[in-house]
């Protein structure tokens, strides 16, 4: 059965109500694999060597289904619930990209109304390159501008929970530094390929040796990419590195929502280090950077809003009544927060009129219901909110 993860361009589009998704490589404009799901609660893959059976787990979002195909992991998103959710929950631009499933575009096809810059894996660039694909270019069979190449997506390091986050410090009480995933010169080299292809980069990077690594990686290409490069989460960042983002050109995308699980592992592993140099939203924004808010999904549910309140208000109700907020001077404002959750996502892409209400704009937008007039109190009310209304292209895609 041919594996989707060479095929990095690959489009997830729904054939029936019955949950059936295909697997189709626009490059080829040809089916790789399907995927069905049956009453038994099984799902039915077949690819090129015929159907294969495979346990289906449920993810803990209603919109996913895990399935495991040995190390492999292929997330097939149910679209008619990915419609019904994610709209519902006032998604906009930059929601559905690589990182939303291994290796797999969702929909360019049918009545999805998500627009979404969809990623390329290190193994996909050179045959992108080759046809002539570009960061903004259009893929699938779309013809409206919805699905478009965005950046080619390394790896830099780890992740702080399975403590191999990339430091420049040692992680207290160890002399152990977390691991680079690729090191330093081939995220360099990598990027250099792409930028002379006109692909921009975007670089996980967690640990603060990360962050530097990276951002030294991308930004001697920053000026030569349609789009601009993109450090992903940044979860511990040194002070020296905070203005680098806006003096070399590199976007900030960060997932505020990570604090709500990783606060009390961040204190025991980084020390005072945590609230100092960790999820510096506020640091970043000040020195000038470019700061793109995300949920990071399939990881993290979908729902942006949690996210957007604990910018704001540094702490989560899960964690009690008492308890202290995790780095309160990097909070932003409601404000800045909503800034970066719409406009910092298009800003990244060069679009100058995304996520504004401004003349020429594409019409995306939301209603949302009143809210408290207190700040702490709105921040808080924003965790649960869902839209009255929303639209996509001036179109309703919500009216309740």
């Keep these: 059965m041919a594996s989707p993860l060479k095929h990095p361009g690959a489009?997830?589009?729904?054939k029936s109500k019955a949950h059936v998704a295909a697997v189709v490589d626009p490059l080829e404009r040809r089916a790789l694999l399907s995927a069905t799901l049956l009453p038994d609660g099984t799902l039915q893959v077949t690819g090129t060597d015929g159907p294969d059976q495979v346990t289906?787990?449920?993810g803990t979002e209603a919109n996913k289904l895990s399935v495991q195909e040995g190390t492999t992991t292929l997330f097939v998103f149910l679209l008619d619930q990915v419609k019904s959710i994610n709209v519902a929950l006032g998604l906009g631009d930059d929601t559905l990209n690589v990182d939303?499933?291994?290796g797999l575009i969702t929909s360019a096809t049918g009545d999805l109304p998500i627009r979404v810059l969809a990623?390329?894996?290190?193994?996909?660039?050179?045959?992108?390159?080759?046809?002539?694909?570009?960061?903004?270019?259009?893929?699938?069979?779309?013809?409206?501008?919805?699905?478009?190449?965005?950046?080619?997506?390394?790896?830099?390091?780890?992740?702080?929970?399975s403590?191999?986050?990339?430091?420049l410090l040692a992680r207290e009480g160890s002399d152990d530094r977390g691991m680079f995933r690729t090191p330093p010169e081939e995220l360099a080299d990598r990027a250099r390929r792409a930028a002379a292809g006109g692909i921009a980069t975007k670089i996980h990077a967690i640990g603060d040796a990360a962050v530097r690594a990276s951002l030294d990686a991308l930004g001697p290409t920053a000026g030569d990419v349609p789009f601009m490069p993109r450090l992903e989460h940044i979860q511990l960042c040194h002070p020296d590195d905070r203005p680098r983002f806006a003096a070399l050109g590199v976007a900030a995308s960060v997932q505020p929502v990570h604090i709500r699980e990783d606060a009390a592992t961040a204190r025991r592993d980084w020390g005072d280090r945590a609230e100092a140099w960790g999820?510096?939203?506020?640091?970043?924004?000040?020195?000038?950077?470019?700061?793109?808010?995300?949920?990071?999904?399939p990881v993290e549910p979908p729902d942006p809003w949690p996210g957007i309140a604990l910018a704001v208000l540094r702490r989560d109700p899960s964690w009690?009544?008492?308890?202290?907020?995790?780095?309160?001077?990097?909070?932003?404002?409601?404000?800045?927060?909503?800034?970066?959750?719409?406009?910092g996502p298009a800003l990244t892409a060069r679009d100058p009129l995304g996520g504004r209400l401004v003349p020429g704009a594409a019409a995306d937008l939301i209603v949302l219901p009143a809210a408290p007039r207190e700040p702490d109190a709105q921040a808080a009310a924003f965790a649960s909110v869902r839209p009255r209304l929303v639209l996509v292209g001036g179109q309703p895609a919500i009216d309740r």
């Design 163 to 167: 403590q191999t986050a990339a430091l």
């Design 119 to 161: 990623g390329l894996r290190t193994d996909g660039l050179d045959e992108a390159i080759g046809r002539g694909l570009r960061s903004g270019s259009e893929v699938g069979e779309r013809g409206d501008g919805f699905v478009r190449l965005g950046w080619l997506k390394l790896f830099a390091d780890g992740t702080l929970a």
């Design 100 to 102: 939303t499933t291994p």
């Design 56 to 58: 289906l787990r449920r």
């Design 11 to 14: 489009t997830v589009s729904r």
């Design 320 to 343: 009690g009544p008492d308890a202290e907020p995790f780095g309160p001077h990097e909070a932003v404002t409601l404000g800045q927060a909503l800034r970066a959750a719409t406009v």
């Design 279 to 297: 999820y510096t939203f506020r640091s970043l924004i000040d020195a000038g950077a470019v700061v793109a808010f995300g949920t990071d999904a």
